[in-house]
């Protein structure tokens, strides 16, 4: 009778402890999700603070010579080289494809019944990128 009990109490406490270790796993599992998550978050905040700065600095620009600061991707990349304007006369002399270039690597778009011209285009992109118009 005291076997059985032994017997019984091992498999208890074997039970116990595999329910345990599932629970850790699961516990663990939930833990890396978090921390992903905390992950993007903290790069989302700092796409957001570079951002905010970019469209800050561009909101001061007096001059047509003084540069601007360009508005990083959606994703956080930056523009590809040579396709955002170094200044606000080049961005005024942006041409129609080099807008709509813009305009689909940000992601904008131009809401329906505004006529697609260079200004309206142009419009939406200093809109995005914080430059009075």
């Known amino acids: 009778m005291e076997a ?3 017997s019984n109490n091992k498999d208890n406490a074997l039970q116990l402890l595999q329910a345990l270790e599932r629970r850790i796993a699961q516990q663990d599992k939930y ?3 978090l921390n992903e998550r905390l992950e993007r978050m903290e790069k989302r905040i700092e796409l957001c603070g570079r951002t905010a700065y ?23 990349d930056d523009v590809p080289k040579g396709q955002f304007p170094l200044n606000q006369g080049d961005f005024f002399e942006l041409t129609d494809q080099s807008a709509s270039n813009l305009i689909a690597l940000y992601g904008l778009v131009i809401p329906d019944g505004v006529p ?13 990128i914080g430059l009075p118009w």
């Open 4 to 6: 059985s009990a032994n």
């Open 31 to 33: 833990f890396n999700q």
């Open 54 to 76: 970019a469209r800050t600095s561009n909101s001061n620009i007096r001059g047509f010579r003084q540069p601007l600061h360009p508005i990083s991707l959606p994703n956080g």
């Open 116 to 128: 697609e011209s260079t200004g309206t285009k142009l419009k939406i992109l200093a809109d995005h």
